[in-house]
């Protein structure tokens, strides 16, 4: 089994988010909606509080 980029993995899809969490339902139930991981989407959501989203991917990027 081999395991596949997917867009969840994109800064973008991240930010975007992030975003939804700020002016929305709860993490999990947006996790749930968009098939992120919980505990996942609550490390993004840490790292964005912290100022540190976009630093932390641009440091290490993902490769294909």
Do not use: C, H, Y
């Not at 992030?18 to 098939?35: H, N």
Request: aromatic share 4%; proline share 2%.
């Amino acid at each position: 089994m081999t395991k596949t980029l997917r867009d969840s993995n994109t800064l973008e899809f991240k930010q975007k988010f992030v975003r939804l969490i700020d002016g929305s339902q709860g993490i999990a139930a947006i996790a749930r909606t968009l098939g992120v991981v919980d505990e996942t989407s609550l490390n993004w959501v840490k790292t964005d509080r912290q100022g540190k989203l976009t630093k932390a991917l641009l440091a290490n990027p993902v490769s294909a």
